[in-house]
């Protein structure tokens, strides 16, 4: 190695953005290329996948990269825009090497992998894989159990290329801060039995965010292999609507076990959506707007906008309704659009403000009027209002695109045709 050449581990580069030579960003980086050699000769990094803006990903190899520093990766401008497929005698190192069961050579003891770094070789634009870092006993990342070190490639044995014995925990903790599209993006190009083991190392609010993002077939796959009783925490942590969409894709046994096993108030919320017309705005809303009552303040409606969970669309606005608050509530009143919230005092009570002009969507309107409905009105959120004026939910634009996409869009986007260059 050159002398003070600097070591990185992998798992600081995960989600780290790629830049070009002139300083714009061409994506972040998704994961790294290596090829496993025989013996124990240090394995070769061959590049580095990329996913680009459009959340293709594509392989930008070792010899266009130009500078690996804190926080950031330099290419070199060429970049071969078509889809990465991974060949035979590659791995994924975040994917594939990360969690793994090894053993110590010298005492023939198991141990974990945690991570992994790579070293550049002297005078040359060639990366290795250069040490090991893992953890005696069988705790992962996420288990503060058992002594950690450092060790050289050669030290261990038992990176084959069968998935043996390996957990997720690692790799979960590697991509802790990535948006749930972009995990979603991850998971799909896994092999289903690595699917599996990160969807099962998952919490639930984090599964069900992702399976939000996924392609329907990966959703019904990893709610499969899931445990009846967790899969219905799962579906009780999405969206109400998403929960519908991915029960309406399994078979009616299965799918009214599941409703069985959920909380009755997020059953019934999931059953009324799936009453409804799936290209309907009764099939596309939500039916977890923000709900207040005419007495509720300019201060109270801000206090629920600010809440993190909720998507930018949901919380453009509040629904004003009498009493009951939940859905279907006591007669809607009208909106107030978050602009309105802040250009009046927090005193101000929201029934003086409601934008009562505005016709509401009946649960049976057609997924073309709704769409003319948002592009008339310039809206990104609409209320779904039934004949004896109760509020039912609310129609967000981000399903209504999902819904004039084509059915297969995520998959398209994740599969799209051709092989790596370079």
């Known amino acids: 190695m050159a002398a003070g050449a600097p070591r990185i581990f992998v798992s600081h580069l995960a989600g780290v953005a790629v830049f070009d030579p002139v300083g714009d960003q061409v994506g972040r980086v998704s994961d790294l290329v290596a090829m496993l050699r025989v013996g124990r000769r240090p394995p070769r990094l061959l590049g580095m996948v990329v996913e680009v803006l459009s959340r293709r990903r594509v392989f930008v190899p070792m010899t266009r990269i130009t500078g690996v520093e804190s926080g950031q990766v330099i290419t070199t401008g060429v970049v071969n825009m078509r889809r990465f497929e991974q060949r035979p005698t590659e791995r994924l190192v975040l994917g594939e090497l990360l969690d793994r069961r090894v ?13 992994i770094a790579i070293q550049q070789l002297p005078a040359r634009r060639d990366w290795e ?21 450092t060790v050289e490639w050669s030290a261990v044995t038992g990176f084959s290329l069968e998935e043996h014995g390996q957990g997720a925990e690692s790799l979960v903790a590697t991509f802790e801060k990535l948006r749930p599209a972009d995990l979603a993006n991850v998971l799909h190009h896994l092999s289903p039995k690595r699917r599996a083991e990160v969807a099962a190392a998952l919490d639930d609010d984090r599964l069900a965010d992702v399976l939000e993002e996924l392609p329907e077939d990966d959703q019904v796959e990893i709610l499969g292999k899931l445990k009846e009783e967790r899969a219905a925490d799962v579906l009780e942590a999405m969206d109400p609507d998403d929960a519908a969409d991915l029960l309406n894709e399994l078979p009616e046994e299965e799918k009214e076990r599941l409703l069985t096993l959920m909380r009755p108030d997020d059953a019934a919320d999931v059953r009324r959506l799936m ?38 669309a949901l919380a453009a606005q509040v ?35 409601v934008d009562s002009d505005l016709p509401p969507l009946g649960p049976d309107t057609p997924l073309p009027a709704v769409t003319s409905y948002f592009a008339a009105y310039n809206l990104v959120a609409a209320p779904v209002v039934d004949e004896s004026g109760s509020l039912l939910g609310a129609v967000t634009v981000d399903d209504v695109l999902d819904h004039l996409l084509p059915d297969d869009w995520r998959e398209t986007e994740f599969h799209e045709e051709g092989v790596r260059g370079g």
């Open 129 to 149: 894989i250069d040490k090991v870092f893992v953890r005696r006993g069988k705790g992962g990342a996420l288990r503060r159990k058992g002594e950690t070190l």
């Open 319 to 353: 629904y004003v309704c009498r009493p009951p608050d939940e859905t279907p509530t006591g007669k809607y009143l009208g909106t107030v659009h978050f602009q309105r919230l802040l250009r009046d005092p927090p005193f101000t009570l929201v029934s003086s403000l």
């Open 275 to 312: 009453s409804y017309e799936e290209r309907t705005a009764g099939g596309l809303m939500t039916t977890e707007p923000i709900v207040l009552r005419p007495d509720a303040t300019v201060a109270d409606a801000l206090a629920r906008v600010r809440q993190q969970d909720l998507s930018p």
């Open 103 to 115: 053993t110590l050579v010298e005492t023939g003891e198991e141990v974990t992998v945690l991570d």
